[in-house]
């Protein structure tokens, strides 16, 4: 693929992930555009709904591109012409894709939270019994530790969908 061809499927890509994908942007801080209204300049991840969509724009990147982005990739906030030239860097370097997708997948999740939360749970309703305020924290928690797990059960998801798209394209 060419420049101009990554850089027009970036901007598809973009426009399927954004809240109002007809609306104009700036290409400076295109990323900023995701969530509408729009964030000011390179603060996207100052709000969980701009997290989300920052992180699902990323994955569909690797996905689409057959790449690993790194941490310090992630952690960056790039114009449409960074970001083109970053999936361009991260195609050529295809043996760095699959380290980088092995660490990921052969990493163990740890459920430290998850159980805190739930030991949490477990001593609010024995120490106060079930009523009201047990309840609301309870329901609390539990959504707490169901929206923790439904993000690593995704990212685990993410995560073995892009290593079999990057080991079937390092075959051919």
């Known amino acids: 693929m060419t420049e101009i061809e990554i850089k027009e499927k970036i901007i598809e890509i973009f426009k399927e992930e954004r809240q109002k994908p007809n609306e104009n942007f700036e290409e400076s801080h295109f990323l900023d555009f995701l969530t509408f209204p729009p964030h000011k300049k390179d603060n996207i991840k100052n709000s969980f709904k701009g997290v989300k969509k920052y992180y699902a724009f990323m994955k569909r990147l690797e996905l689409e591109f057959s790449i690993c982005l790194t941490i310090s990739d992630l952690d960056k906030m790039y114009s449409i012409d960074?970001?083109?030239?970053?999936?361009?860097?991260?195609?050529?370097?295809?043996?760095?894709?699959?380290?980088?997708?092995?660490q990921r997948t052969q990493q163990k999740e740890t459920y430290y939270i998850e159980i805190f939360f739930l030991i949490l749970i477990i001593a609010f309703l024995i120490f106060w019994g079930i009523n009201l305020f047990s309840v609301i924290i309870s329901i609390a928690f539990g959504y707490a530790i169901y929206w923790i797990l439904n993000s690593k059960i995704k990212s685990i998801q993410h995560d073995k969908k892009l290593k079999e798209k990057i080991l079937a394209q390092e075959q051919k």
């Open 82 to 102: 960074g970001i083109t030239k970053k999936v361009i860097e991260r195609i050529g370097k295809r043996r760095g894709n699959i380290m980088i997708i092995k």
